[in-house]
């Protein structure tokens, strides 16, 4: 078990720019949640999938996010035209699909948009 | 009716007790967690509590009253490691996304 995986750990990009960001859950985990975290602030929930299938996605969550799982192991994460407002940690968890699961954390992408 | 509240910080000496507590609001109610962080870490899975009562998981334990829409985290025997950002968390469905407190950061202090 080598835990959550996430690539790369740092991105400065400049605004307007495409970024993507990929995590690796924890191999026998069928369930993948996407956060955003800023400064001083607890993790926001923006999405997550049951294998390949994205089961939600946060009303907050702009139409430049977006999420995909296509073999149901890694997922990726993409902001289109990115702002200043994107740069925060973006934290990936993984959990098991049986009931109430402990979700584990990976080390998250931190984002600074300028 | 989905925010929980919980203190911005708290100071205590090396070896106290101290308790941290969240309030939650009731809808779609499934379970608490709590989760430690450290500043620029991951956040870590303390416990969890599903049903009225305590969990203990070493010198750490939580409390939840469903009734009361109340949970505590209890840290005894306080060590300096300890000194980070604890965050109570709702599982607002089953399986699906936690909701989290805006953190309570604790200074330990010798």
């Known amino acids: 078990d080598t835990g959550v995986s996430q690539n790369p750990r740092h991105k400065i990009t400049k605004r307007g720019q495409n970024v993507t960001f990929r995590c690796d859950p924890i191999?026998?985990?069928?369930?993948l949640y996407w956060y955003r975290q800023t400064l001083g602030q607890g993790p926001e929930f923006l999405t997550y999938?049951?294998?390949?299938?994205?089961?939600?996605k946060s009303r907050l969550l702009s139409d430049r996010f977006s999420a995909e799982r296509p073999k149901g192991s890694f997922s990726t994460l993409e902001i289109q035209r990115t702002e200043q407002g994107d740069s925060a940690m973006y934290l990936c968890?993984?959990?098991?699909?049986?009931?109430?699961?402990?979700?584990?954390f990976g080390p998250g992408t931190r984002l600074l948009v300028l | 009716g989905q925010s929980l509240e919980q203190p911005s910080e708290v100071t205590a000496v090396e070896g106290a007790i101290v308790q941290i507590n969240c309030t939650y609001q009731?809808?779609?109610?499934?379970?608490l967690s709590w989760y430690q962080q450290h500043d620029g870490g991951a956040p870590t899975f303390l416990s969890y509590?599903?049903?009225?009562g305590l969990e203990e998981t070493g010198r750490f334990s939580s409390f939840l009253s469903r009734s009361d829409s109340y949970g505590y985290l209890l840290l005894q025997e306080l060590q300096m490691k300890d000194s980070a950002s604890y965050f109570c968390?709702?599982?607002?469905?089953?399986?699906?996304?936690?909701?989290f407190g805006q953190g309570t950061e604790l200074s330990v202090k010798p």
């Open positions: 999938f049951q294998n390949e299938a994205q089961l939600e």
């Open positions: 968890a993984s959990s098991r699909d049986r009931g109430l699961e402990t979700q584990y």
């Open positions: 509590n599903a049903l009225d």
């Open positions: 009731t809808s779609g109610f499934y379970g």
């Open positions: 968390a709702r599982h607002y469905n089953q399986g699906g996304k936690l909701i």
């Open positions: 191999s026998e985990h069928n369930r």
